[in-house]
């Protein structure tokens, strides 16, 4: 079983930044993918970045040249450093792990920017 723990989030006015985490516990984080996902209250819940196992990122064009994903699989963490943020990027962020076969999520963590 694996868990998942995000941490990072809070409060920030707009143009501030946040650097979230996604800290994992097992043996399969280095041949897993990771996404940061985000839902808005009274929307759906969407994808703002991926890495994969090979290390290929991809982005939402919502948050591409402002957000960066990273991972550390030696600490079975991945980072999302988010920059210029605005007040649209309000959400709850979550982290999923995933491959054939298995896909965990993590709690979430709120992020607010004020505008």
């Known amino acids: 079983q694996v868990q998942l723990v995000e941490s990072g989030g809070g409060l920030v006015q707009a143009g501030g930044s946040l650097r979230l985490s996604c800290a994992a516990s097992?043996?399969?984080?280095?041949?897993?993918?990771v996404g940061w996902y985000r839902q808005a209250p009274g929307k759906q819940r969407e994808l703002v970045a991926k890495?994969?196992?090979?290390?290929?990122?991809n982005y939402a064009d919502s948050v591409k040249g402002r957000f960066t994903i990273s991972r550390d699989n030696a600490k079975r963490t991945v980072s999302l450093e988010m920059n210029n943020l605005k007040p649209e990027d309000t959400a709850v962020y979550y982290c999923?792990?995933?491959?054939?076969?298995?896909?965990?999520w993590g709690q979430g963590t709120q992020v607010t920017v004020s505008s």
């Open positions: 890495i994969r196992s090979s290390y290929t990122v």
């Open positions: 999923n792990l995933y491959r054939t076969g298995y896909d965990y």
């Open positions: 097992g043996s399969i984080f280095s041949v897993s993918h």
